[in-house]
């Protein structure tokens, strides 16, 4: 049996008297591909963002490659990467310049470096590009571009909040051939969420339904249909999680807004 | 080291893009320079205080430094607002390192600007006397990283621009006319000597101007030795709110 390089125990976070996480528990093993699915609002970004240690869980434990996430945060930013939802690339940077940074402080060698910059930029399409600002950039070049970033420095683990939200299918395709790829050739493990049920069926080894800050069901594709007697994982989720329509994610703004009626409150 | 620097490089980079800052940020001091200099300089010179734009220069490079360092920890502010926070936070690196990159980062601006003002203040008759004036430039780097960090470590604790710029109004000024910039402290009244010993720029304002017109108040080696302990204390106080915060 292989390890586990995700450990999650009773994972909680409430903003006030919100739960947008509540106590959920799972694993994920040494090279495994492992999806997070959930309606907008279920609490995957939530997730994600205290797995990668830039939200304080309220209650729980995670271990990440063996490291406690909130008493060593240090360590476990070593051990993965991550391509955030929205955008966090630097607009008054190139494109260039937003991988260098990155690379460099993420302690990829030089000669690794250069190259790797270059096939990815390919990769996504933006060599051509490489010297403009990214702040003259397209939506869909920026999400690229993020993506690239992501993949730059080969992390134990990588975390893909939406990887592929707004890409179209050639470069959804390609993009996924690379992180299959790494995940075979170094055994990085990756860690996803996704609104594609197909990505999910598809790429995923195990995944997750999380709803309403709790996770309802765990396993392969398979296992799930079979748990739900359905043919596909989508009539899996619906059937899950209903077919009502759910709030949009709440927005950086508004989380600000909760957390600071949170912290007046206090 | 490496991490360090890619943190400088890109705030150095960001500065020399925005143009507007440039020339936005040299206006205000200029005005005071130019304005107070030759208002108050016929009454200073009969009161026997001798060229009041010889005493003044130093305090202008001081606030010109001052409010750029200060003014640059917004730059933590947009960052969290167009999410390039993020990609810092969650990278493997210190947050003391975070905050010695980024510290360094706006104090080069800002002694860059300083070093604008005292050139500007040479064409309009400022005359270094002392033969060891380039220690000033000591100064200016101790004053910038000072007041970087403290700009930075307030902004670690802020999600809103506007609230920033109203907190560090509230603090330019009253740090600016407390500091003995544009008047001498000797002969003032001793309590308020007393709140001038506690405002930081006072010991930096005082370093200028004893390493170029000579006349220190406090002495060389306090202004040295203060400036040098607080601005670690701000750096040490910004990575410790910086290893506490969430997006």
Not at chain 1, 197 to 216: F, S
Not at chain 2, 49 to 72: D, E, K, V
Not at chain 2, 187 to 213: C, H
Request: charged residues 20%; contains cysteine.
């Amino acid at each position: 049996m292989r390890d586990n390089i995700i450990e999650v125990k009773n994972l909680t976070k409430k903003f006030g008297d919100f739960v947008a996480v509540d106590r959920i528990s799972f694993d994920v093993k040494k090279g495994e591909i492992f999806a997070l699915l959930g309606p907008n609002g279920a609490g995957k970004t939530t997730t994600i963002k205290m797995l990668t240690t830039v939200l304080h869980p309220t209650e729980g434990q995670i271990k990440l490659n063996g490291f406690d996430v909130v008493e060593e945060p240090t360590k476990t930013r070593q051990s993965f990467g991550i391509v955030f939802q929205d955008y966090s690339l630097d607009d008054e940077l190139t494109a260039w310049e937003n991988m260098e940074f990155h690379g460099v402080l993420y302690q990829v060698p030089k000669e690794v470096r250069h190259p790797r910059i270059e096939y990815l930029l390919k990769l996504v399409e933006l060599w051509q590009r490489r010297n403009d600002l990214v702040k003259n950039f397209s939506g869909g070049m920026k999400r690229r571009l993020e993506t690239a970033r992501g993949l730059l420095h080969h992390p134990k683990i990588l975390f893909l909040d939406e990887p592929t939200l707004g890409l179209d299918p050639q470069t959804r395709n390609l993009i996924w051939s690379y992180i299959k790829n790494l995940n075979k050739e170094e055994e990085i493990t990756v860690f996803f969420t996704t609104h594609y049920m197909e990505e999910a069926e598809k790429m995923a080894d195990r995944l997750a339904i999380i709803d309403h800050g709790k996770i309802i069901i765990q396993g392969t594709p398979a296992e799930l249909k079979e748990k739900t007697k359905t043919q596909s994982l989508e009539d899996a989720f619906i059937k899950l999680t209903g077919r009502q329509m759910r709030e949009e994610d709440a927005s950086p703004i508004d989380r600000m807004r909760m957390r600071r009626q949170a912290h007046f409150r206090r | 080291m490496m991490k360090i620097y890619i943190i400088w490089l890109r705030q150095i980079k960001r500065y020399f893009r925005s143009k507007s800052r440039l020339i936005g940020s040299i206006a205000q001091p200029l005005l005071f320079l130019l304005a107070l200099g030759f208002g108050f300089g016929p009454i200073f010179q009969k009161a026997g205080g001798g060229n009041y734009i010889q005493f003044l220069a130093p305090g202008i490079i001081g606030m010109a430094i001052l409010t750029t360092s200060l003014f640059s920890g917004v730059e933590i502010i947009w960052d969290r607002q167009f999410g390039f926070l993020r990609e810092i936070l969650v990278a493997p690196v210190s947050r003391l390192e975070i905050m010695i990159g980024r510290t360094l980062g706006g104090a080069t601006v800002a002694v860059l600007q300083g070093i604008i003002i005292f050139l500007i203040s040479f064409l309009v008759g400022f005359r270094p006397k002392v033969t060891f004036w380039p220690l000033s430039f000591i100064f200016m780097f101790l004053i910038a990283i000072l007041f970087c960090a403290l700009g930075t470590t307030i902004a670690s604790l802020l999600t809103d621009i506007q609230g920033f710029q109203l907190i560090m109004n509230f603090l330019v000024m009253p740090l600016f006319f407390l500091s003995g910039a544009l008047f001498p402290l000797q002969g003032l009244p001793q309590i308020f000597i007393k709140i001038a010993s506690i405002d930081p720029l006072s010991y930096g304002v005082d370093g200028l101007r004893a390493s170029l017109i000579n006349g220190a108040h406090f002495g060389i080696l306090t202004d040295l030795g203060i400036l040098g302990a607080v601005a670690i204390l701000f750096l040490v106080l910004g990575s410790y709110f910086f290893s506490k915060m969430e997006i």
